[in-house]
């Protein structure tokens, strides 16, 4: 019996679904961080309300919060497959290269998070060292560890033993960032998230039960990519149509249930259901239908632009919120915010037409493969 995967020599072609995926996920990030005005929570009345936004940040909490993320991790662990596997076509091993990629990706990360508190790509540089080591195992361990990361064995022990895990540190660090954010002067607003940025998304993603679930994602990425699952081929429609319909179900049923105590084990697991039936909603209508691949072209070119367009709406989102910049934290109400993320998005959209019109690749994205590859 063989214990460590080989690869199956069959061609990897490139995704069109995975870069719509990528696109969506990249404008539900700018969308949900316009909702939380880019980390602003701060007790000052907001000049400009409407009726609906307390409605509106509801509906984009339970779409977008936690998923857009997680769709994006998966994706990260489908590209790892996919550049490991070509890579092992040719006789080549990936690991070392792949390490040297995640610390350029790390330094991404420091740049992000010089302008946004809540970066995530040097939290995703970490994660994808851990893919190394997973990526050798058979893929029969390698689903038992996706089952056992999905079921949030930190918050099922916490419940189980009575532990309770002390986050009063990441509630004085938010307090810290949020008041330099509203207040301070960019060089302030820089420091300070240089300085706590990355311990906060920590503890955020320990408190949020993210920790085990994004790792959890990035390995069903790379298990995606194995069994081929976003190419047409064989079974694979009818297996994303049954993902969709029992998720959809589990989905409903849990939409009625008051979780209690049980919250903070169950709420991650219920965010992962809502993703599995966001993700194969998406890829089944795809490849169903002609009228959906059209629309979600234009958010293909969104998506090959992701390190880009997710360092951008750092770098452009702060600016509108901050206090630094127009201050629209204590302007803006929820909807009138999200009008705003809808207009970023628009805006990135057109000018990652306009890249691609003269270049392969996004400026940053070009930067990292050239990198990657020195």
């Known amino acids: 019996m063989n214990m460590i995967y080989k690869t199956r020599n069959l061609p990897n072609t490139r995704i069109d679904v995975a870069d719509a995926l990528r696109g969506i996920a990249v404008a ?5 961080h316009s909702v939380e005005h880019f980390n602003i929570f701060v007790e000052e009345p907001v000049v400009h309300t409407l009726a609906s ?7 984009l909490a339970w779409l977008l919060s936690g998923k857009m993320y997680g769709i994006f991790a998966m994706l990260f662990g489908l590209s790892f497959f996919i550049m490991n596997d070509n890579q092992q076509q040719k006789g080549k091993c990936f690991s ?4 040297w990629r995640m610390c350029l990706l790390f330094m991404f990360g420091i740049i992000n998070v010089a302008f946004y508190d809540g970066d995530i790509l040097m939290l995703y540089a970490c994660y994808g060292l851990l893919l190394i080591p997973i990526s050798y195992l058979p893929s029969k361990w390698v689903w038992a560890i996706i089952i ?6 930190v918050e099922l022990f916490c419940l189980l033993t009575g532990t309770t895990l002390d986050h009063s540190t990441m509630w004085e660090l938010y307090n810290k960032i949020c008041n330099t954010h509203a207040h301070g002067t960019f060089w302030e607003n820089t420091l300070t998230n240089l300085r706590y940025g990355f311990e906060v998304n920590f503890r955020f993603n320990v408190f949020s039960g993210r920790l085990t679930q994004l790792l959890c994602l ?14 047409n081929e064989g079974r ?5 149509h049954n993902i969709l319909i029992c998720s959809a179900v589990v989905v409903i049923a849990l939409s009625f249930v008051d979780f209690g105590e049980l919250d903070s084990w169950l709420k991650p697991i219920y965010n992962l259901i809502i993703l599995l039936m966001i993700v194969s909603a998406i890829v089944s209508a795809w490849y169903a239908f002609d009228g959906v691949r059209r629309v979600l072209h234009h958010l293909c070119i969104f998506g090959r632009m992701s390190l880009t367009n997710y360092l951008l709406q750092s770098i452009i989102g702060c600016f509108i919120f901050c206090g630094y910049g127009l201050a629209c934290y204590h302007y803006l109400g929820i909807t009138y915010a999200v009008m705003v993320g809808c207009g970023m998005v628009i805006v990135q959209y057109l000018f990652a037409r306009y890249w691609f019109s003269s270049h392969p690749r996004g400026p940053l994205e070009g930067l ?7």
């Open 218 to 231: 990035f390995i069903l990425g790379m298990q995606l990519g194995r069994q081929r699952l976003f190419y």
């Open 148 to 153: 056992l990361l999905a079921i949030q064995p």
């Open 368 to 374: 990292w493969r050239k990198l990657t590859w020195i």
């Open 96 to 99: 070392g290269r792949f390490a």
């Open 28 to 32: 539900g990030i700018i969308l949900y």
């Open 53 to 59: 936004d307390q409605t509106v940040a509801d509906v």
């Open 236 to 240: 694979n429609l009818k297996i994303w």
